[in-house]
């Protein structure tokens, strides 16, 4: 792990490129979607999205709390309590950083 302290503007160029990838990811998930042809692949699809907006969700969390935002402020966005928003996103950044990119919701190969 590395530790590099950031200006204002670097972070900001920082989140943008870090918001790419699951936006990114929206994008192929939906393109999927409507290319699907079967039940099976629509729902793989939307499992697709499903986990890359779970991605942006915390990210957008993390860039908040590294803005300043406090855990009240985060809470008051999606109606939780100050222990319930950390209990939420605490969790699903752990599970993030402990998941292979890719690999997130998948189950192992036999």
């Known amino acids: 792990m590395v530790n590099i302290s950031l200006t204002g503007d670097e972070v900001d160029r920082v989140s943008i490129v870090a918001i790419k990838s699951p936006v990114r990811q929206i994008g192929a998930a939906l393109d999927?979607?409507?290319a699907a042809d079967g039940p099976l692949s629509r729902l793989d699809a939307a499992?697709?999205?499903?986990?890359?907006?779970?991605?942006?969700?915390?990210?957008?969390?993390?860039?908040?709390?590294?803005?300043?935002?406090?855990?009240?402020?985060?809470?008051?966005?999606?109606?939780?309590?100050?222990?319930?928003?950390?209990?939420?996103?605490?969790?699903?950044?752990?599970?993030?950083?402990?998941?292979?990119?890719g690999e997130k919701g998948r189950k192992p190969s036999p």
């Open 47 to 101: 499992r697709r999205l499903r986990e890359a907006a779970d991605d942006l969700e915390a990210n957008e969390v993390q860039m908040a709390r590294k803005a300043g935002a406090t855990w009240i402020e985060i809470a008051a966005c999606y109606g939780l309590t100050k222990q319930g928003a950390q209990q939420r996103f605490r969790t699903t950044h752990r599970k993030a950083k402990a998941a292979p990119p």
């Open 32 to 34: 999927e979607l409507l």
